[in-house]
């Protein structure tokens, strides 16, 4: 089983001298594939026979004569597809596959803001089943949940933009038929978007949680010279497991080393109310209009500290929810404020501040997310903090 580590080199040739390029193996997996890194690209080497489907705009679509994947690294600065060598995606892939060695028509690739230094490979296994997941992610620019309003209206099939972006690519030593490996698609970004969902990742483009990034991509790769041949990669299946539970903590690790994003980096109230636009400027304005002295940087140093306090994540984190619940049109507006207005009142107490806020701190004018603010706000001021 793998988890991302670095395994002894197996008997892999060095590169030559002239290429001038540092190589460094990650993983060969028993069936034969070679995972390595090159200068800032991920390459998995394939065997010969193998099933891929890719969402690539090289030899994208389902093929069985692919001879590598890469995934790329873009250079610093660029921000769109006509920007890269080549003046679009696929000519630019094309041009990296030659300069890696391989033939352009037999290869296959994605593009990522994120550095290649922070993938995370997760190999799980059962019997004679092994799946491996390769992912590189952020999300922290273009994280988005599906429905968001779009960005751009594509007319000529010339514009792509390039962001944060989770790609994927997995590994499956069993013969799967095409729409199986469709199936694994789907299987596998269920399985990212499950893996968002845990860590609370904010939409930059809504108030919703991310689902993914707008540039997500991803390639399926089956081996037609196994003797294991499944049909279903449903999450009824052995094989649906097993690809859930790769991406899942492959999703995980890789955010966690590009972007730091952790289930305790996430246990902060300002990081749970981003989505709603609430940021340390917002609250020390709000702050800076009610009674007392006026003291922004002691005011933001508090805030920090009360803004990781579990008891307050908790209480945010039920808030939240039930803000949510209102847009998914679980809940009544009107009830879910009620029970939301319920609890900020008890935040002094949840909190064990000695002081009382003032009657009219909270209102029915106002959205729930703002009240919240409010009443955090004045709780900083008149120096809950303090009196720990």
Known sequence: MHSGSR?????????????????????????????YRQDCSIVVKLPA????????????????????????????????????EGGDVSAYLSLLAAKLG?????STGMLTAANMMNVAIVSKGFRGLEV????????????????????????NGSHFPLNGTINAIIL??????????????????????AAL??????????????TGSGTDMIAVVSNMTS????????????????????????????????????????RNMLLRLERFEVDEAYCWNVASHMAGDNRKMRFLKDLRELAVNPLLVAATSAITHLVDEVSWG??????????????????????????????????????????????TAWLVKNGIMGEK
């Open 330 to 375: 679980l809940l009544p507006e009107t009830s879910a404020r009620e029970a939301a207005l319920a609890l900020i009142r008890q935040l002094p107490d949840i909190l064990q501040s000695n002081q009382k806020p003032p009657e009219n701190l909270l209102n029915d004018y106002d959205s729930i997310i703002d009240n919240l603010v409010y009443m």
């Open 132 to 155: 491996t997941a390769i992912i590189t992610g952020g999300v922290e620019i273009n994280g988005g949940r599906v429905g968001d309003p779009a960005s751009y209206y594509q007319e």
């Open 227 to 266: 003797p294991l041949k499944l049909t279903d990669a449903g999450k009824h299946s052995k094989l649906g497991e097993l690809i859930g539970k790769c991406v899942i903590e492959a999703t995980k690790k890789a955010l966690e080393k590009q972007s730091e994003l952790t289930p305790i980096s996430q």
């Open 102 to 106: 391989f033939d352009p028509l037999k």
């Open 7 to 35: 395994p002894k080199e197996k008997g892999e040739k060095p590169p030559k001298v002239e290429e001038e390029t540092a190589l460094q193996m990650l993983l060969e997996l028993p069936a034969g594939e070679k995972v």
């Open 49 to 84: 026979r193998r099933r891929t489907l890719t969402t690539s705009w090289l030899n994208g679509g389902y093929r069985e004569d692919l001879e590598c994947i890469i995934n790329n690294q873009i250079p610093r600065g660029v921000k769109k597809g006509e920007e890269l």
């Open 172 to 193: 499956i030593n069993a013969d799967l038929p095409e729409y199986t490996m469709s199936r694994v698609i789907m299987t596998a970004t269920e399985a990212k978007t």
């Open 197 to 210: 969902q845990e860590l609370m990742v904010p939409s930059r483009y809504s108030e919703g949680i991310a």
